[in-house]
């Protein structure tokens, strides 16, 4: 019977899983193996925390783990249901995905590719003129891209700038609703038609957010209207509203929403390859070596270079292997059952994919606490194809953006490496294990020296037009 068949677990009731989430799961796969079931409350949630195991059920199963579990206060009320993110499968979703992957896939990302390379010498002239502030300047970065990628705004965009700052304060309400226990209505879904206490709340959110939304739509259609409008992810939505079947209100939502996925993601992966860079710096300089092969140190490294910059890439793949950006994944949702070897993964139950044991398996990564960018090379130095990265998550949920945040963490990663030193300051050590406890992870803020290492760095920076 299934319930005899459940994966093994801790027991008991658990309420509340704690701090860093992840790290309880990484410590309870050990005892308890690699796909283990633990009791929520009224729900069941099953940790997969093996890569062979995330092979097994979370991409040969993707189709049956596509859903989502239902979340009323962040995904229902607060983003009015229509969140990519927290939409459950179904017609609503395929269309969703249907509109982002045709301006997100891999041929297409490649558009984007201009846009990035110049928002990436931004980023090393920032880091250039205030190294101080470098995971500022990746969060900068992160934001001028996503902007710019999803309504053309190209005016510099400065972390601080009021639409910035109103876009998180959004993003960091909807990632505070879904945690576990922060409003009562998931408990007693019937709540969500008494306009009360959270749920007024809830509901004031969602209209100042789709205010928002709406607003930076207007901007790009009045654009459009007086065909100023560089192309963009907005401005491709309005023209295909019809193709998509999209409503006004989903339209401003899709589009709005690409930056609460983008932009707080890549920032924080930038943050990770500066911290892997100055805490290895014997990896560090492979990857100069190579760059100094390649490129030399008279011009910039560029698209182009990539297929023989497989250092840098492996370098990015390690960095978010060690420290994943989404360590404890998001929540998938059972459609069916789901046989593996002899337990069963119920119908209903939530099914977190863990990244964090995933990506420290260490039957495939040996030794996984340390850093080793040549797990990713295969004997002739290029990057391996057999073997799977998971920080994107999984099966037809897997993130829609990943082509065009590894076109940028490659590029960011290839321009800093070629344009700098990076060393840990002695005075400041840096610890590698402090981080922000969020479905998307930062580093803690923490020192380095940025020295240059190209003489005239400045000059062939402005002399590049590309
Ligand atoms: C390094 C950067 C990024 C990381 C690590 C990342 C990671 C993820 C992960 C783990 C998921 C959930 C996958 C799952 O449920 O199994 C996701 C979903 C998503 N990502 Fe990303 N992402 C990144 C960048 C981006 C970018 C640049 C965009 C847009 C341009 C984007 C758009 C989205 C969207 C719309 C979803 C929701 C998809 C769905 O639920 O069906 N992401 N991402």
């Not at 092979?55 to 009320?77: C, T, Y």
């Not at 959270?198 to 007086?226: D, I, Y």
């Not at 560089?230 to 709005?256: C, I, V």
């Not at 004997?379 to 990265?389: A, C, M, N, Q, T």
């Amino acid at each position: 019977s299934k319930r005899d068949n459940l994966p093994p677990g801790p027991g008991g009731n658990r309420l509340s899983i704690g701090p860093y989430a992840y790290r309880r799961f990484h410590e309870w796969s050990k005892e308890y193996g690699p796909v283990f079931s633990l009791k929520h409350g009224s729900k069941l949630i099953v940790v997969i925390a093996s890569y062979q195991a995330a092979i097994d059920i979370m991409q040969k199963h993707g189709s049956e783990l596509a859903d989502r579990p239902r979340s009323v206060a962040a995904g229902e009320i607060f983003s009015g249901d229509m969140r990519t993110l927290l939409v459950g499968a179904g017609e609503r979703l395929k269309k969703l995905r249907r509109a982002l992957h045709s301006q997100l896939q891999s041929t297409t990302a490649q558009q984007y590719g201009s846009l990035q390379y110049r928002n990436a010498k931004n980023y090393v002239r920032n880091m250039l003129s205030d190294p101080e502030h470098h995971l500022d300047h990746g969060r900068t970065y992160a934001a001028s891209v996503i902007l710019e990628l999803t309504y053309s705004k190209t005016t510099p965009t400065k972390y601080a700038d009021k639409e910035v700052q109103d876009v998180m304060k959004n993003v960091n309400r909807m990632f505070a609703a879904l945690k576990i226990g922060a409003y009562i209505v998931d408990t007693f879904p019937f709540l969500k038609y008494i306009p009360l206490g959270g749920v007024s709340e809830l509901r004031r959110f969602h209209k100042e957010e789709l205010g928002l939304f709406k607003s930076q739509l207007n901007s790009a259609r009045e654009k459009l209207s007086q065909s100023i409008a560089q192309p963009s992810f907005a401005t491709y939505l309005l023209e295909n509203q019809g193709q998509y079947d999209l409503s006004n209100d989903e339209l401003a939502y899709l589009a709005g929403s690409m930056f609460g996925a983008g932009s707080d993601t890549t920032a924080s992966g930038l943050g990770i390859i500066t911290m892997a860079a100055a805490t290895h710096p014997e990896e560090l300089k492979k990857v100069q070596s190579q760059i100094d092969a390649v490129v030399g140190r008279d011009r910039l490294p560029n698209y182009d270079d990539e297929p023989l910059l497989s250092r840098v890439t492996a370098f990015v793949l390690e960095a978010h292997r060690w420290r994943p950006i989404a360590p404890q994944g998001f929540a998938h949702r059972a459609m069916k059952d789901v046989i593996w070897k002899d337990v069963v993964i119920p119908k209903g139950a939530i099914v977190y994919g863990n990244h964090w044991s995933i990506m420290h398996d260490p039957e495939v990564f040996p030794e996984p606490d340390s850093f080793r960018p040549d797990h990713w090379l295969n004997e002739e130095g290029e990057v391996r194809d057999d073997l799977k990265h998971f920080d994107f998550g999984f099966g037809r949920r897997v993130c829609p953006g990943q082509y065009v945040a590894e076109r940028s963490l490659f590029i960011n990663t290839a321009l800093i490496f070629w344009a700098f030193n990076i060393h840990e300051d002695p005075n400041s050590p840096i610890d590698t294990t402090a981080f922000t406890d969020a479905s998307v992870v930062h580093p803690l803020p923490f020192a380095v020296k940025i020295v240059p290492r190209i003489k005239n760095l400045r000059e062939l920076l402005d002399a590049d037009t590309d």
